[in-house]
Structure formats: structure tokens, C-alpha cells
């Protein structure tokens, strides 16, 4: 049985669909390996990102842990980027920004930033809200 998608997923997808090909094309502009298998996982990254917690829980990995291993195995250019080790679906969407060149942090450099442990802190396990698997 081929796996799926949650049908909120699919929602999501489709009213958010430029913001997801924005992603895709970041992601895809950083990958290694075979170019459809890439693209089959950037589109994946690209929709769990429109999830409501952290993006290893939208995409329902055990742990960020297991995050950044996919992302060094299939992003490698972007795991080097991400030197700071900023939680990934900030850190995607900052990259975003700079590509379009808007700049809308508060600060001018995330050391200084009041919202430092947000973009930067732990993640626990805890979920803000649990969706329903088809």
C-alpha cells in the first residue's frame, strides 16, 4: 500500500501552493543525488513546512535529530548554511526572505534578537496540535 497524504495536508498544499514551489525551488537549488528522488523530498520538506509544529513533527520523525540527517543526506549545501544550527523551518523561510531580499527580523543579526531561543532553542516532543493520519 503506497502511503497518503493527510487530506489537511493536501489542503494546505493547494491554498498555499506558491509558497510551497518557493520552497521547492530553495531546496532543489541545494540538493544532491537523483533529481526526481530530490524533488519527491523537497516537495514533501515544502508541505510539512506548512505544518503547526516543528517541522520534524509535521513531518512525523522521531526527532530533529533524524531531520538533519535527511537534510545532510538530500541538502548538504544548505546543512553548511545552516552553520548556527537554526531550527530548520525557520531557518528555510529566512533563506527565502534573503533570496527575495526582504529582511524582516527584528534585529540586525540573530545573536541580538529578543526572539533568539525561539528560532534557536530546544525542541522538545510536544505537539501544538495532533492531526488525524488517513
Do not use: I
Not at 503506497?2 to 537549488?29: F, K, S
Not at 520523525?61 to 530548520?88: I, Q, Y
Not at 540586525?108 to 510536544?126: Q, R
Request: negative net charge.
Amino acid at each position: 500500500m503506497e502511503p497518503r497524504p493527510v487530506p489537511e495536508a493536501l489542503a494546505r498544499r493547494a491554498a498555499r501552493a506558491d509558497e510551497v514551489e518557493d520552497l521547492v525551488a530553495l531546496l532543489l537549488d541545494h540538493a544532491e543525488g537523483p533529481r526526481e528522488a530530490a524533488a519527491a523530498v523537497a516537495e514533501t520538506l515544502a508541505v510539512a513546512c506548512l505544518g503547526d509544529n516543528h517541522l520534524w513533527q509535521d513531518l512525523q520523525l522521531g526527532s530533529r535529530a533524524e531531520l538533519s540527517a535527511l537534510m545532510t543526506w538530500w541538502f548538504p549545501a544548505l546543512v553548511r548554511k545552516n552553520s548556527a544550527d537554526m531550527k530548520w523551518k525557520k531557518f528555510l523561510y529566512k533563506q527565502l526572505c534573503e533570496r527575495e531580499q526582504l529582511f524582516v527580523c527584528k534585529a540586525p543579526s540573530c545573536a541580538v534578537c529578543c526572539d533568539h531561543a525561539l528560532c534557536f532553542g530546544p525542541e522538545d516532543g510536544a505537539r501544538r496540535a495532533v492531526a488525524a493520519v488517513a
